[in-house]
């Protein structure tokens, strides 16, 4: 039986009205994405047709599901507001709080441990206001969302970046900040710019060692890490159709990698399966009853040229096995002679020390019985692994099931470590090295979706590699990063050569799933009796101070904090691993604020000027002083700034701190969204050339920033050390809502004052 199906049921039942009515006003079929858009418009009237990529638009969004990491932040936020419950179906996951080290069992209890403080807040708030609760251990947010929650033509939002992975149930699921979740939560629209749509056509059907991961990282290829910003990616076609519901989650959910806003697949009889061998054969029957409005119109598909804004075709027949990396998740290359000429021109380790395999994106029980049907021919054929191999489990449910039918304890008889049913080396939470900033420069494999530098292990000398589970379990036997499982051979024990045969798996487990503890404990029907109280000392949990209003003038004698050199990712702006123990604490994450960003201008990070007493410092440590000294600062950064994470804490530290204004030459959709949550400014440059005019000892004056506006560029006074200056324009994306928000100093503080 599904949660929430009367929900669901409502929205099936208008669904066909509201549809009809968008083809009316559009007067033209419709993608799917256009679809969900305006079946979930705030006030239900489908009157309008919006232009993509310009019309904000209020949304109702069904349901809502929060990550532990964000979570804190979330509710701390929510228990502001002044509600009594939450407004839509929401849950909490704990899953990123769990360090991978020894195993599953001692990893969890050592979390227990040491973050029972943050565990038991989050229970008892979501008991207080009516929030499901996933408890430590039950799995991966995006897996169990997929396994209970996901539905066709559902609209969800998620505190994680990777709440897009319910696209491969056929949802527009997005991934947001806090403070957005939070207005859902109170009972507010959610606001979106309409997005542009990317149409990718699948043909061919996949095949040997090549897997639904591949096609993302083609697409990530074809795409790169800004391409699809402000667009959602529809996929269609017959290689569509032909694959897994969880291979489907694999696409949708690294549609992050590329900027996508979300990423979805139409209703199919793949997607009816996995609902029904999840026990939800009742939203299976639903859907079945409106199937023709869960997927784009039949002309769309035909001509997705004249529907999309831009489509890109891909042949899974001719589509190999893919390693994507390192640093980044759009550089692809094809294994074999290819990886080996690029590893060597780039003297990128050949040695494999690593190989892993799960993570919100590669977790599933087909995902898991793939990569063991290698580590059986391992076993079988007498070869003996050369690097390390751990796995995580996608759920409870998952872990059970695969334990059961014996696919666990095939990896563990080639020596490999089985983490906790939880995020691990994903988020940084690996306790690999006892000393990351200087070990050793090394490769590693896996199938998860990010590979910026530090991200997994805390090592910027580590080399990260995306992979398929298949290929991942087969490079890890290899032990090389130059293997090529379709044509090289391996020596066994006994001296023989021999090879991999093509893998094979179960899309669903033959014998049905089964779990005996999924790990969801439900809220209380009134939960006015519930107390949720925070120690004052408590270096883990804080409850949050309102932001100050802006006191209408402009903001002048501003100084420069960091002008961020090349990519600057939410993980160098509020790095996770050891700092996700801080998430519930503002001013004590805010510590690390900025310390990953590279100064551009001695290329070193966590080292920056003060204009205080002309001394370099950490980034922190720099701005506590301007903060003490009531001095504004900026920030200043290139290219898509703030890719990477949906955590607000990006947008809260520095807000927190003192910071004014982001100035960048573009911007990711989350952050630029969270800067405006959080009474920040997020400004672009109109001309991209304007960075270089930034120096080390400048001062800002906003000219005309009581003339804030909607389409209006605001001016900046760039005054340099020596008294020279130079005129600034820039551009901002605010309407007069978002406008309000920065006037109050928080989007939370205009909710408390309506409330």
Known sequence: MAFDIEMIKKVYNQIADRVNAAREVTGKPLTLAEKILYAHLWDGKVETAFVRGKDYVDFAPDRIACQDATAQMALLQFMQAGKNKVAVPTTVHCDHLIQAKVGADKDLQSALNTSSEVFNFLESVSNKYGIGFWKPGAGIIHQVVLENYAFPGGMMIGTDSHTVNAGGLGMVAIGVGGADAVDVMAGMPWEL???KLIGVKLTGKLSGWTAPKDVILKVAEILTVKGGTG???????????????????????MGAEIGATTSTFGYDESMERYLRATDRSDIADAANDVKEHLTGDAEVYANPEQYFDQVIEINLSELGPLLNGPFTPDLSTEVGDTMTEKAKANDWPLKVEWGLIGSCTNSSYEDLSRASSIAQQAIDKGLKMKSELGINPGSEQVRFTAERDGLLDIFEKLDAKIFTNACGPCIGQWARYSDPKNAPKNSIVHSFNRNFAKRADGNPNTHAFVA??????????????DFNPLTDKLINEDGQEVMFDEPTGWELPPKGFEVEDAGYIAPEEDGAGVEVSVDPN????ELLTPFEPWDGKNITGAKLLIKAFGKCTTDHISMAGPWLRYRGHLDNISNNCLIGAVNAYNKKTNFVKSQLNGEYDGVPNVQRTYKAAGVPTVVVGDYNYGEGSSREHAAMEPRHLGVRAVIVKSFARIHETNLKKQGMLGLTFANEADYDLILEDDTFNFTDLDQFAPGKQLTLEVV???GSNDTIMLNHTYNDSQIDWFREGSALNLIKKQN
């Open 193 to 195: 710019k309409f997005p």
């Open 468 to 481: 398929s589970p298949e290929l991942t379990a087969a490079i890890a036997v290899a032990g090389r990063l």
């Open 538 to 541: 408590s270096e883990r949990l």
């Open 720 to 722: 340099h050390a020596d």
């Open 231 to 253: 667009a959602i990616v529809e996929y269609f076609g017959p290689g569509a159709i032909a694959m897994s519901c969880t291979g489907k989650g694999t696409i949708c959910n």
